[in-house]
């Protein structure tokens, strides 16, 4: 081949190869990262593994101190106020205490344990969208019964268990279906500009295979007010527009969700907003956009989500990531995979639903020495006197204190025989029974089967 036409191939092959590889670069928008970043950098830099493990010890040597991201808050701009879980608990005028599990699961303790003490404090309106009747069956039955309100939302569904609110309209698109239920949640509760019958402060809005850890949720909301506009779940970015997806739940504080409500009051309005089905959540996340409203960040302190679209098998076992959740999310999270504050799930089939929630609210691992529950169960009589009693009453004996161990042992096999006697007595009663009873039929002249016994 000429010189001339191998560098034409050449020049041909890299542009081809240069542009190919622009369009696929596209994919993977470059995203700023979030203020928060900057704030927990010291946790979330680029540091090596075995740093970041010190340096978490370091900082919180149980584990159990999290925070997240959506706790701070922007005071100027150049000052952001971190507000705390434990921040939050001493402004309720409440002091939280260790308890011993073994002590209050033998009843031996009247506390008030933290997470019923959240779910007075921090209200959880829970939304199932409904596909599958059996499916929202098992969250009625399971994780729902933990909200402070649950609704079930359908289309052509119906079941005399299961209250699922249709509505009288046809429905054009999921974001109707989303919109319309909006409008439903905040009339059903009462609520105006000023007042409310029921106390609507967060409502999270899930799929039917999903499985929320409400007494998780609140934890993550209570540092929060509802009365600012709040919009949390697991953000990714899609057409240039950032918002939370379905599969993962998500949720809105009760000023964001007026702020929806009144922008969309009628059905013309939510019917106008939206016309494509399974993309409600793009739509929800574009409409809040234009309030100012954005998905917030709700990775934990080590970069680990709270909010799940898959289930925890290929959260923690999957070896290829390539969709969009992952590689289009706004907040990517880090090596680890799941926080310990984790809030939902996708658990797949009911099967699984009913086992994690098991796993989670029943199964008790026995890890350490207990102490009521390895203590004999109390007697009025001390065993040292059960003999005596025994003797008393079956062999009419008061004076105990010439009796030994040995005379003891006479006494009662005078009454009682050994276990080997009494075992073969008793069989040879039972054939003799037997016996009779066939004798008996043989009289009667019923064809019968023998017994022999030797």
Known sequence: MPI???????IGFGIGFSFALFLYLMQYPIIESPICDENFLILWGNQNQNARKNLEKQLDPSGENIK?????????ETKLEDNSYEKWLNNQNVRSSAVDLDSYAYGSEDKLLESEYLREKVKITCVVFVDKLKLAKAAAETWGSRCNKLYFFGQHLEDSSLPVIKFNIKLTSSWQLLCESMNYIWKDSGLNETESKDRLEWTIFVKDDTIVLPENLRYILAPLNHEEDHYLGHAITLWGQAYNVAEAGYVLSKSALRRVVKMFDNADKCASGGKYWKK?????????SSMGIYPSDTRDSYRRGTFHGYSLQTLFWGVARPGQYW????YPPGPDCCSTRSATFSAVDSGKMYTLNYILYHLKVFTRPGNYGTKPAPTSVPDEEVWKIALKEEFGIDNMTEISSDRYYQIWRSKYSEPETFIKKTYIQSADFFNSLLTSQESQKKPVRSLTVE
Do not use: I
């Open 4 to 10: 001339k036409e191998k560098l034409v191939f050449l």
């Open 68 to 76: 997240f991201g959506n706790w701070l808050k922007e005071v100027s």
């Open 327 to 330: 590689t289009k999310a706004l």
């Open 280 to 288: 409600e959540d793009f739509y929800l996340g574009k409409h809040l």
